[in-house]
């Protein structure tokens, strides 16, 4: 059953990946990566990590692609396709994405993972306590820097956003 | 774990979902596209670290920990992107990639 949901997922999340990345048109591009995070979410949950799937949807489902839908409108002409690549061009790129795909699975396959075979229930308590934790295994360094970096980035954003320059052309 | 489902798999599955964002970073000529694009290869490494950590080391929680933080760090990255394409578009009133040349000197 897990298994089935497995490959459901899987092969949504490739469908979706390949005609993000190969539609013309900006706001179709948008929703089919919103549909690959939703399938990354699934896996996330299908793994029993609740937390991060609840992460996953309301940080790039509900925010990212709010953000990118907002810009989209703000900066693009929707009717108007992309132009596209040329043909040389994608067939030379996708050889190449094709050769390095063959070559990382040939490293994965080649390593013999140990795989523990202990199911060990995680709950996001024990997340929330290594995160806060400064012990063996602890995290509040990377935790404390996170949160002046995203206030850094904020900060930035604004200042960014403000500038108001214009050039005559 | 999920059962019935070897770590290859899930490996396997993260690997075609970051070339297909590889493949697509190339070949697009819109700085949004090309930003979409990065962020499909940025979830597929994010799964990974997951994936890892539960099948291998199912008792530490390191790996969701790094997920967590690249999730922050990315949905960072993303709205600061964004805000430079937008003020760009107001310089330029293009997000081609190819009419860029105001931050290259």
């Known amino acids: 059953m897990e298994r089935l949901f497995f490959y459901f997922f899987g092969i949504m999340m490739v469908i979706f990946a390949v005609m993000a990345v190969s539609s013309r048109n900006m706001m179709r591009t948008i929703i089919y990566l919103l549909f690959v995070m939703l399938g990354m979410a699934g896996i996330y949950f299908l793994l029993h990590f609740n937390f991060l799937a609840a992460v996953q949807l309301s940080v790039y489902a509900g925010g990212v692609i709010v953000l990118y839908i907002n810009s989209v409108m703000l900066i693009n002409r929707i009717g108007s396709p992309m132009e596209r690549p040329k043909l040389w061009k994608q067939l030379l790129t996708g050889m190449l994405s094709v050769l390095g795909l063959g070559a990382a699975l040939f490293a994965v396959y080649q390593y013999p993972f140990k795989q523990a075979n202990t199911v060990v229930e ?39 956003a403000k500038s108001g320059k214009t050039v005559k052309k | ?54 099948y291998l080391y199912p008792e530490v929680l390191d790996g ?42």
């Open chain 1, 122 to 160: 995680t709950t996001t308590a024990q997340l929330g306590k290594q995160l806060l934790s400064y012990g063996e295994h602890g995290f509040i360094l990377p935790f404390e820097l996170i949160s002046m970096f995203l206030l850094a980035a904020l900060v930035g954003a604004i200042a960014i």
């Open chain 2, 1 to 54: 774990m999920i059962e019935g489902v070897t770590l290859y798999e899930i490996l396997t599955l993260t690997s075609i979902i970051f070339f297909v964002g590889v493949y697509g970073f190339v070949t697009r000529k819109n700085l949004l596209a090309m930003l979409v694009s990065v962020e499909l290869m940025l979830n597929a490494m994010a799964l990974n670290f997951v994936a890892i950590n539960k």
């Open chain 2, 64 to 105: 969701a920990v790094f997920s967590i933080f690249i999730i922050a760090v990315a949905a960072a990255e993303t709205a600061l992107a964004l805000a430079i394409i937008i003020n760009l578009y107001r310089l330029i009133r293009s997000v081609k990639v190819k009419d860029l040349e105001t931050m290259k000197y």
